[in-house]
């Protein structure tokens, strides 16, 4: 990789890791996105493991309700990793229409945060028959876009959750996909030492962006915040998209 490369890589991460730390999401998907730009998808997805792995498990453990949500949503992950291991395997980042998927992804969770789209919150009896559908779903996705969001953010957004176990909740299931994520790069041979070391460096400028992000949560309106992402997310995907689609 040249230096316009690893600039640009470094420049993701700390804006990446901004948003993250802003608003509590966000990292795979501004990485995947930028990233997109300068290398491809599969190279993309493995830069992204550790920063991704690390910000998230530390998401996932600062709460104290992470046994019952293991209880809860452990259909829904169990379904994450078949879905991404299957897809790695099936789908794959390699093709030449991963770019545009990509796009088709981040342009697609875009609008859905623009729209404040919903789910109706499921009754125990479908939750238990959904969440499984809903976790290979977005392990699929996952392994054809590197991007984990959809659908299973908004699942847990339909879930009834307190806010502070929804966040929880998303570091819980963030994580397991980063590392189903890994599992299938490795498996399909698309993660080398070399990337490895550049996903290891990349830790560096996202931690300092979560910082940054978070003394400016306290000073900036959160919404207006969210809605600009969701706004740039959604026009970024949509180029990616076009490009990829000629």
């Known amino acids: 990789m040249d230096t316009t490369v690893l600039a640009v890589g470094a420049a993701t991460f700390l804006l990446a890791g901004f948003v993250k730390g802003t608003i509590g999401l966000g990292l795979p998907t501004v990485a995947m996105g930028f990233l997109g730009l300068v290398v491809t998808p599969a190279a993309a997805a493995a830069v992204l493991v550790v920063p991704s792995l690390v910000t998230n498990a530390w998401q996932m453990v600062a709460g104290p309700r992470l046994r019952p949500l293991l209880v809860r949503l452990w259909p829904m992950l169990a379904g994450v990793v078949a879905g991404t291991l299957v897809g790695s395997r099936v789908i794959g980042l390699v093709g030449p229409w991963a770019s545009a998927g990509l796009g088709a992804a981040l342009a697609a969770y875009g609008i859905v945060g623009l729209a404040r ?94 910082a940054v992000g978070q003394r400016v949560r306290a000073r900036v309106s959160e919404p207006v915040f969210r809605t600009v992402f969701m706004a740039g997310l959604t026009l970024l995907g949509a180029w990616l998209l076009g490009r990829g689609l000629t």
Request: proline share 9%; charged share 10%; glycine share 10%.
């Open 117 to 210: 789209l919903r789910l109706p919150q499921p009754s125990p009896g479908q939750e238990a028959w959904l969440a499984p559908l809903v976790g290979v779903a977005t392990g699929l996705v996952t392994a054809a876009t590197g991007v984990f969001v959809l659908p299973a953010v908004p699942w847990l957004q339909a879930l009834g959750l307190a806010k502070d176990d929804l966040v929880q909740a998303l570091g819980l299931s963030f994580t397991v996909s980063t590392v189903a994520l890994g599992l299938g790069l490795l498996m399909e041979r698309l993660y080398d030492p070399d990337l490895a070391l550049l996903s290891l460096a990349a830790l560096g400028p996202a931690a300092l962006g979560m």
